[in-house]
T-cell receptor
Framework: KQEVTQIPAALSVPEGENLVLNCSFTDSAIYNLQWFRQDPGKGLTSLLLIQSSQREQTSGRLNASLDKSSGRSTLYIAASQPGDSATYLCAVAHGGATNKLIFGTGTLLAVQP | NAGVTQTPKFRILKIGQSMTLQCTQD?????MYWYRQDPGMGLKLIYY???????DKGEVPNGYNVSRSTTEDFPLRLELAAPSQTSVYFC???????????????????FGPGTRLLVL
């Protein structure tokens, strides 16, 4: 059974710091991995999607990497800003007969001004 | 485009009551999904649909029903509400060229703002 874990559960950093969020999954048979942002009381916004054949994707200050063989992904946020404060969720599109997104429990990020 | 809209935003139900959570998307997406998110947890898939008239169970379907009569709408029905169904419910949609119940291979999903449900 595919399980997705995110560490740390919560993170507080001062504004301007570079930071890394971690996501690990137990079964490497994935089609892709996605990072989402969730603001309090809101839905999810897709940030980056990495196909299983790719190693990384970049969007602005965000960079996501994928190492399928080790079952790990990282989301790197450069020069963090208070507006980056949110919960970050990773999800894998799992292979097999039921292709669906399996979500991690998220990392709550607080960027202090 | 309004994207994915959900109603109501918040609802309190008594045990045993029924209700329908509404979801509409205006992006002409073929796939639609219902998830629930419990406090401190990730999202779990309840049901999904690959097109009008076709639905299938996700990870946690018990206690719920769905229908998909049009491309735009994907309502979720709770027949006999239980305290265990207290959660935040998210509807999502995506477009995929892939077909069938095997799923969309995880293309980007667009989420609604959620419905917060409290069952007492």
């Amino acid at each position: 059974k595919q399980e997705v874990t995110q560490i740390p559960a919560a993170l507080s950093v001062p504004e301007g710091e570079n930071l890394v969020l971690n996501c690990s999954f137990t079964d490497s048979a994935i089609y892709n991995l996605q990072w989402f942002r969730q603001d309090p009381g809101k839905g999810l916004t897709s940030l980056l999607l990495i196909q299983s054949s790719q190693r990384e994707q970049t969007s602005g200050r965000l960079n996501a990497s994928l190492d399928k063989s080790s079952g790990r992904s990282t989301l790197y946020i450069a020069a963090s800003q208070p507006g980056d404060s949110a919960t970050y969720l990773c999800a894998v599109a799992h292979g097999g007969a039921t292709n669906k997104l399996i979500f991690g429990t998220g990392t709550l990020l607080a960027v202090q001004p | 485009n309004a994207g994915v809209t959900q109603t109501p935003k918040f609802r309190i139900l008594k045990i045993g009551q029924s209700m329908t959570l509404q979801c509409t998307q205006d992006m002409n997406h073929n796939y639609m999904y219902w998830y629930r998110q419990d406090p401190g947890m990730g999202l779990k898939l309840i049901y999904y649909s690959v097109g009008a008239g076709i639905t299938d169970k996700g990870e946690v379907p018990n206690g719920y029903n769905v229908s998909r009569s049009t491309t735009e709408d994907f309502p979720l029905r709770l027949e006999l509400a239980a305290p265990s169904q207290t959660s935040v419910y998210f509807c999502a949609s995506s477009y995929s060229k892939g077909g069938g119940l095997a799923g969309p291979r995880g293309e980007t999903q667009y989420f609604g703002p959620g419905t917060r449900l409290l069952v007492l």
